[in-house]
């Protein structure tokens, strides 16, 4: 395979590139770690909507398991 002589405007076009892609490199990795603390916050927010903790709860209210249990109840009912 014959050497190729490249010339400086061809160095140059290729470190630029070069440089570009290690920008680009960088931003994915960057853009990886957002999306994974973004899965993990998702699931922290859904664990704690789940537990109640999101709000202030009111004593008063019926508890969720109560509430879902009439659901179904009036879901066999035919009621909604």
Known sequence: MPTLN???E???IVQEI???LSVVDNLEQ???AALQQA???RQSIL???FAGKLVPQDPNDEPAGGCWAGLKRNSRNGRK
Request: no cysteine; aromatic share 0%.
């Open 18 to 20: 070069e440089a570009r």
């Open 10 to 12: 061809q160095i140059a």
């Open 6 to 8: 490249q010339t400086p």
């Open 47 to 49: 664990k704690q909507a």
């Open 30 to 32: 960057t853009i990886d």
């Open 39 to 41: 899965e993990a916050l």
